[in-house]
C-alpha cells in the first residue's frame, strides 16, 4: 500500500478529547474516527489491524476446537423475557420495533439465541460436547462511553459457547479456553492476569476475567504477590486486621452530641474506627435492608446483592429511612424489628463495638453479635482493601498477614464463565445420558472484545514517540519510506525494493508522500510498525547501493545491502 493512496492521515497535533494513550494513538495514526459518543469507524490501517487480531483468535479457537459459526445481531425480544436478562441489563439493552410492531433487542450478547441453536441438534450425550463461536459485533447503550475502544456502544466481540453432558467436561474445555486466551493475549503482546470475578448480568457459577493491568484502566482488581491469588473487586476476599481478643463487656450509654459519622464518634470516644459499627440503609428489590460492617470497611455491594440473593440494590434515600423508624447517624441493629439485617462477617469475629442507640445523640458502648442483636444473615459483605491480608494465604498459614493484596487498575480483555443449567433449563436443552434419563445440557461461555483488545495491545505497547505494536497485529510489517523521491535515482531504487519486498510475502506500507524526513521518521515511530527500512541518496551511495534498517523497539538501525532487506526484515519479525 502506499501512502499517498491510503484512506486516512496522521495527525500532528494532539487530539483535545482523546482520554487515554490508546484513545489518543488511534486518532493520530488515522485508524479511527469517532462518529458520536461510543461510535467509531474503523479505518483502512485499524481495520487491518483488527483483523489480524481477528486470525489470532481464530487459530487459537480452532486450536482449542471451536467451530465458527454466526448468529444475527438482532433478536425478538421475547428471548429475553423468557432468560430474565432484559431487566438485569436494564438500559444498556437497546429496544425498537419493526414494522409490524413486534419488540426486537439489538444484542449484547448471544446466550439466549445460541441455547436455542443448542436445543435444535442436541439429543443425546453422543451429541456432546460441542464448542461454537463467532466475532460479531454487540451493542450495548453504555452510559459512560470512554477510552474510544475500551468502551463503546457498538463493538465486535468474540463470543463463545459450549455445551456437556457432565461437570468433568466442562471443567477441560474451561481449562482449555482458559489457555486458549493466554495464548490469545500473549500473541497480541499482553501480559494479561486470569482473576476470580462476578458473573453480571450473564450469570452462572464460576467466573474468572483476563485483566491487562493498567494505570488508566476501569476494573480494579487486587493481587497477592505472594501466592498469586487475583481477583476483581466485585468478587475479591480479604482478611482486615483482626480485632484485639478481649471478653465481652456489658452495654452501657453514652452521650454523642451531634457525633454521627464513624470519624467524628471515633475521634469523641478515643476508639479506633475498627470498633465502631458502621450501619448502611439499602433498598434492595423494594425492601428496606439494614446493613453493619466493621466501621473501618466499606459495604461491596455486588456481595451484598448475592448474600441477599436480590437482582438489585440501592442506597436508601433519607425519607425512606425515616419511614423505616432509622434514626441516621446514631442507628444499630440493636432492638430492631420488621426489618431485615445483614451484618458482615467482621462483625462476627469481634467484640465491645460502639453502635448507635436508636435514639439522637446516643450511641452504646460493647455492643455484641449475637448477644445483643439478632441478624438475617451474615455473610462477606466488605470491600476488600490494598493492605488487607491474602484469604488464600491465611486458609494455608493460618495468620492473617502472611500475604497482602495489592490493588491495581486495569482493562478487561476477556470474561469466561461456567454457566451451568441456567440457559438450557429456561430453553429446554435436554439431552439422554448414558442410562437413558433426560438432563439439561451444562453450558460454559467465554467472551474477548476485539477492538478493546486493539486498545489494550496499544496501552501495553507504546512509548513517547508512538505504538510499538506486535508483528502478529500491527497493520503492515514493514514502513517503508523514501526520502528525496524527486531524485529519480532514489524513487527508482525505493519502487525496486517496494516490489521485492511484497513479493518475498511482506506486508509494506510505502510512504511516497513528498513530505520532509522528519514528518516520515515520526510518523513511522507514530505508526509502530515492527520494522522501518528507510531509502535515501545517502543510504543509497554505500556500496551498490543500501537501505537502513530498524526494528522499532530497536536504539540503533543497521545499513543493509538493497538485496539482503527482505532476509533482514524477516529476521528481525522472527525474534520480535
Same mark, same amino acid.
Given at each position: 500500500?502506499?501512502?499517498?493512496?491510503?484512506?486516512?492521515?496522521?495527525?500532528?497535533?494532539?487530539?483535545?478529547?482523546?482520554?487515554?494513550?490508546?484513545?489518543?494513538?488511534?486518532?493520530?495514526?488515522?485508524?479511527?474516527?469517532?462518529?458520536?459518543?461510543?461510535?467509531?469507524?474503523?479505518?483502512?490501517?485499524?481495520?487491518?489491524?483488527?483483523?489480524?487480531?481477528?486470525?489470532?483468535?481464530?487459530?487459537?479457537?480452532?486450536?482449542?476446537?471451536?467451530?465458527?459459526?454466526?448468529?444475527?445481531?438482532?433478536?425478538?425480544?421475547?428471548?429475553?423475557?423468557?432468560?430474565?436478562?432484559?431487566?438485569?441489563?436494564?438500559?444498556?439493552?437497546?429496544?425498537?420495533?419493526?414494522?409490524?410492531?413486534?419488540?426486537?433487542?439489538?444484542?449484547?450478547?448471544?446466550?439466549?439465541?445460541?441455547t436455542l441453536l443448542g436445543?435444535?441438534?442436541?439429543?443425546?450425550?453422543?451429541?456432546?460436547?460441542?464448542?461454537?463461536?463467532?466475532?460479531?459485533?454487540?451493542?450495548?447503550?453504555?452510559?459512560?462511553?470512554?477510552?474510544?475502544?475500551?468502551?463503546?456502544?457498538?463493538?465486535?466481540?468474540?463470543?463463545?459457547?459450549?455445551?456437556?453432558?457432565?461437570?468433568?467436561?466442562?471443567?477441560?474445555?474451561?481449562?482449555?479456553? =482458559?489457555?486458549?486466551?493466554?495464548?490469545?493475549? /500473549?500473541?497480541? $503482546? #499482553?501480559?494479561?492476569?486470569? *482473576?476470580? %470475578? +462476578?458473573?453480571?448480568?450473564?450469570?452462572?457459577?464460576?467466573?474468572?476475567?483476563?485483566?491487562?493491568?493498567?494505570?488508566?484502566?476501569?476494573?480494579?482488581?487486587?493481587?497477592?504477590?505472594?501466592?498469586?491469588?487475583?481477583?476483581?473487586?466485585?468478587?475479591?476476599?480479604?482478611?482486615?486486621?483482626?480485632?484485639?481478643?478481649?471478653?465481652?463487656?456489658?452495654?452501657?450509654e453514652v452521650h454523642t452530641?451531634?457525633?454521627?459519622?464513624?470519624?467524628?464518634?471515633?475521634?469523641?470516644?478515643?476508639?479506633?474506627?475498627?470498633?465502631?459499627?458502621?450501619?448502611?440503609?439499602?433498598?434492595?428489590?423494594?425492601?428496606?435492608?439494614?446493613?453493619?460492617?466493621?466501621?473501618?470497611?466499606?459495604?461491596?455491594?455486588?456481595?451484598?446483592?448475592?448474600?441477599?440473593?436480590?437482582?438489585?440494590?440501592?442506597?436508601?434515600?433519607?425519607?425512606?429511612?425515616?419511614? =423505616?423508624?432509622?434514626?441516621?447517624?446514631?442507628? /444499630?441493629?440493636? $432492638? #430492631?424489628?420488621?426489618?431485615? *439485617?445483614? %451484618? +458482615?462477617?467482621?462483625?462476627?469475629?469481634?467484640?465491645?463495638?460502639?453502635?448507635?442507640?436508636?435514639?439522637?445523640?446516643?450511641?452504646?458502648?460493647?455492643?455484641?453479635?449475637?448477644?445483643?442483636?439478632?441478624?438475617?444473615?451474615?455473610?462477606?459483605?466488605?470491600?476488600?482493601?490494598?493492605?488487607?491480608?491474602?484469604?488464600?494465604?491465611?486458609?494455608?498459614?493460618?495468620?492473617?498477614?502472611?500475604?497482602?493484596?495489592?490493588?491495581?487498575?486495569?482493562?478487561?480483555?476477556?470474561?469466561?464463565?461456567?454457566?451451568?443449567?441456567?440457559?438450557?433449563?429456561?430453553?429446554?436443552?435436554?439431552?439422554?445420558?448414558?442410562?437413558?434419563?433426560?438432563?439439561?445440557?451444562?453450558?460454559?461461555?467465554?467472551?474477548?472484545?476485539?477492538?478493546?483488545?486493539?486498545?489494550?495491545?496499544?496501552?501495553?505497547?507504546?512509548?513517547?514517540?508512538?505504538?510499538?505494536?506486535?508483528?502478529?497485529?500491527?497493520?503492515?510489517?514493514?514502513?517503508?519510506?523514501?526520502?528525496?523521491?524527486?531524485?529519480?535515482?532514489?524513487?527508482?531504487?525505493?519502487?525496486?525494493?517496494?516490489?521485492?519486498?511484497?513479493?518475498?510475502?511482506?506486508?509494506?506500507?510505502?510512504?511516497?508522500?513528498?513530505?520532509?524526513?522528519?514528518?516520515?521518521?515520526?510518523?513511522?515511530?507514530?505508526?509502530?510498525?515492527?520494522?522501518?527500512?528507510v531509502v535515501s541518496p545517502?543510504?543509497?551511495?554505500?556500496?551498490?547501493?543500501?537501505?537502513?534498517?530498524?526494528?522499532?523497539?530497536?536504539?540503533?538501525?543497521?545499513?543493509?545491502?538493497?538485496?539482503?532487506?527482505?532476509?533482514?526484515?524477516?529476521?528481525?519479525?522472527?525474534?520480535?
Amino acid at each position: 500500500m502506499r501512502f499517498t493512496q491510503l484512506f486516512g492521515r496522521t495527525l500532528r497535533t494532539e487530539p483535545g478529547d482523546a482520554e487515554t494513550p490508546s484513545h489518543r494513538l488511534l486518532l493520530r495514526a488515522g485508524m479511527i474516527a469517532p462518529l458520536a459518543s461510543g461510535l467509531n469507524s474503523y479505518l483502512p490501517l485499524g481495520q487491518r489491524a483488527l483483523r489480524n487480531i481477528e486470525r489470532v483468535i481464530h487459530e487459537e479457537m480452532g486450536a482449542a476446537g471451536g467451530q465458527e459459526l454466526r448468529m444475527p445481531a438482532l433478536q425478538p425480544a421475547d428471548l429475553w423475557e423468557q432468560s430474565g436478562r432484559a431487566e438485569g441489563f436494564g438500559q444498556n439493552l437497546i429496544h425498537l420495533k419493526d414494522r409490524r410492531q413486534r419488540d426486537l433487542v439489538l444484542a449484547p450478547t448471544h446466550e439466549e439465541v445460541v441455547t436455542l441453536l443448542g436445543r435444535s441438534v442436541i439429543r443425546s450425550y453422543r451429541d456432546l460436547p460441542l464448542l461454537v463461536y463467532q466475532i460479531q459485533t454487540k451493542f450495548r447503550d453504555e452510559p459512560r462511553p470512554r477510552g474510544g475502544l475500551i468502551r463503546a456502544r457498538e463493538f465486535d466481540m468474540k463470543d463463545a459457547y459450549s455445551f456437556h453432558a457432565t461437570e468433568e467436561s466442562l471443567d477441560q474445555t474451561y481449562r482449555r479456553m =482458559a489457555e486458549a486466551y493466554r495464548n490469545i493475549f /500473549s500473541r497480541c $503482546g #499482553l501480559n494479561a492476569v486470569m *482473576v476470580e %470475578a +462476578d458473573s453480571g448480568a450473564i450469570g452462572g457459577k464460576d467466573s474468572h476475567e483476563f485483566i491487562l493491568p493498567t494505570v488508566v484502566g476501569e476494573d480494579t482488581i487486587v493481587l497477592c504477590s505472594r501466592c498469586g491469588y487475583a481477583a476483581n473487586t466485585e468478587r475479591a476476599q480479604g482478611v482486615p486486621p483482626p480485632a484485639a481478643q478481649e471478653q465481652p463487656l456489658p452495654t452501657e450509654e453514652v452521650h454523642t452530641p451531634n457525633f454521627k459519622t464513624i470519624e467524628e464518634v471515633s475521634a469523641f470516644l478515643k476508639v479506633p474506627p475498627s470498633k465502631t459499627l458502621k450501619a448502611v440503609f439499602y433498598i434492595a428489590d423494594s425492601r428496606f435492608v439494614f446493613v453493619a460492617v466493621r466501621g473501618d470497611l466499606e459495604v461491596n455491594e455486588i456481595k451484598l446483592l448475592r448474600a441477599l440473593k436480590a437482582k438489585e440494590a440501592r442506597i436508601a434515600t433519607p425519607d425512606e429511612v425515616e419511614r =423505616a423508624g432509622i434514626v441516621a447517624g446514631f442507628a /444499630s441493629p440493636v $432492638g #430492631l424489628s420488621g426489618i431485615t *439485617v445483614v %451484618a +458482615d462477617r467482621s462483625v462476627a469475629e469481634a467484640v465491645n463495638f460502639v453502635a448507635g442507640a436508636n435514639r439522637p445523640d446516643y450511641h452504646l458502648r460493647n455492643v455484641n453479635y449475637p448477644r445483643d442483636f439478632p441478624v438475617n444473615a451474615v455473610a462477606d459483605i466488605a470491600l476488600a482493601q490494598d493492605g488487607h491480608g491474602c484469604p488464600r494465604c491465611r486458609a494455608e498459614t493460618g495468620r492473617w498477614d502472611a500475604g497482602h493484596l495489592q490493588m491495581k487498575r486495569g482493562i478487561e480483555v476477556g470474561h469466561i464463565f461456567k454457566l451451568g443449567t441456567a440457559f438450557s433449563e429456561k430453553f429446554e436443552v435436554f439431552f439422554l445420558d448414558k442410562n437413558g434419563k433426560q438432563q439439561p445440557a451444562l453450558m460454559g461461555c467465554y467472551g474477548i472484545g476485539v477492538g478493546r483488545l486493539l486498545a489494550a495491545a496499544i496501552e501495553a505497547n507504546h512509548d513517547e514517540r508512538g505504538m510499538v505494536l506486535p508483528a502478529s497485529i500491527a497493520p503492515y510489517q514493514v514502513y517503508l519510506v523514501g526520502l528525496n523521491l524527486d531524485d529519480a535515482s532514489v524513487s527508482g531504487r525505493a519502487e525496486e525494493l517496494y516490489e521485492r519486498l511484497r513479493s518475498s510475502g511482506l506486508s509494506v506500507l510505502f510512504d511516497d508522500r513528498p513530505e520532509s524526513a522528519g514528518v516520515k521518521l515520526n510518523d513511522a515511530d507514530l505508526l509502530g510498525f515492527p520494522v522501518r527500512v528507510v531509502v535515501s541518496p545517502r543510504t543509497l551511495k554505500q556500496g551498490a547501493g543500501a537501505a537502513e534498517v530498524k526494528a522499532r523497539k530497536a536504539a540503533q538501525a543497521s545499513v543493509v545491502p538493497l538485496e539482503g532487506v527482505a532476509e533482514s526484515v524477516k529476521a528481525l519479525l522472527s525474534s520480535a
